[in-house]
């Protein structure tokens, strides 16, 4: 299966629920496109006043499905589905919010960097393998995680690729509250909700004097783009993506 995004539109909240749990929400291009589209159709809705992403199935996601890289590492052309998908989540203006249980693994936990609330699961696992696959950072994560956790846990996290769990990401910086998972996707919507009923101007202009400059941040996400792709066709990655999927198998 390629996988879905379900779209759900209540109370001027838009939730986006990444569905392929039979390979832990692994993200194809079709899903990052339809993750981009409904983005952007919530930002043009005057109704929707946030947007929430969770995950199907008991995890949030694994990030870009290893299969689509090693296609790419072995001459196949990229899809652009992930491009859009990063770009929708720096220019869009409406508070971003995510309901994260189990894995969050590379896009996965970078897009949390991006996020204005994050709520976790106590089952939350975050993690970034991109050095050990041969890869950099992604999303501007190299700029925001620094930021937001201070050098030496970002560099942890990004570098070291050591997981942090739900208490560990709250401690950091990453997560606003933990609660069990029976509580989550209320918590989080209760959340957004109270969000959508503001002021609308009042609420974007809050949060756009809040976070970094768009401007800076596309661009490191665009430097980063450049640098993954690069690395991305290299024999390193090339090898690491084979070890992994030959594990799997």
């Known amino acids: 299966m390629d996988g879905k995004v379900d779209i759900a539109t209540a109370d001027g909240v838009t939730v986006l629920t990444m569905n392929r ?3 832990k929400n692994a993200l194809t291009d079709a899903m990052y496109h339809a993750l981009a589209d409904a983005m952007a159709a919530a930002e043009a809705d005057d109704a929707i006043g946030a947007i929430l992403l969770t995950g199907a199935g008991g995890n949030f996601t694994t990030g ?4 689509d890289f090693l296609k790419t590492a072995t001459g196949g052309a990229p899809g652009v589905g992930v491009g859009r998908f990063l770009s929708a989540q720096v220019e869009g203006r409406k508070p971003l ?3 994260v249980e189990g894995l969050a693994v590379g896009v996965g936990a970078t897009t949390l960097f991006q996020c204005d609330l994050v709520y976790a699961a106590t089952s939350a696992d975050i993690r970034t393998p991109f050095v050990d696959l041969g890869l950099a950072p992604e999303n501007g994560s190299s700029m925001l995680a620094p930021l937001l956790m ?5 560099f942890e996290l990004l570098a070291l690729s050591e997981p ?22 209320d918590v989080a ?3 957004a909700r109270r969000l959508a009923a503001k002021p609308r ?16 941040v596309e661009g490191v996400s665009l430097e980063e783009r450049r640098l993954f792709g690069a ?8 090898a690491a993506f084979e070890r992994f999927l030959s594990r799997k198998k």
């Open 21 to 23: 749990p039979e390979k």
């Open 64 to 67: 870009n499905d290893l299969g």
């Open 97 to 99: 919010i995510a309901a």
């Open 150 to 154: 201070g050098h030496q846990r970002a």
């Open 164 to 185: 942090f769990d739900a208490r560990r990401a709250e401690a950091a910086g990453i997560v606003n509250r933990v609660v069990p998972a029976e509580e989550l996707m």
């Open 189 to 191: 919507l209760s959340a």
């Open 201 to 216: 101007r009042s609420l974007l202009e809050t949060r756009a004097m809040l976070r970094a400059d768009p401007a800076e």
């Open 231 to 238: 690395l991305l066709k290299s024999p390193e990655a090339r």
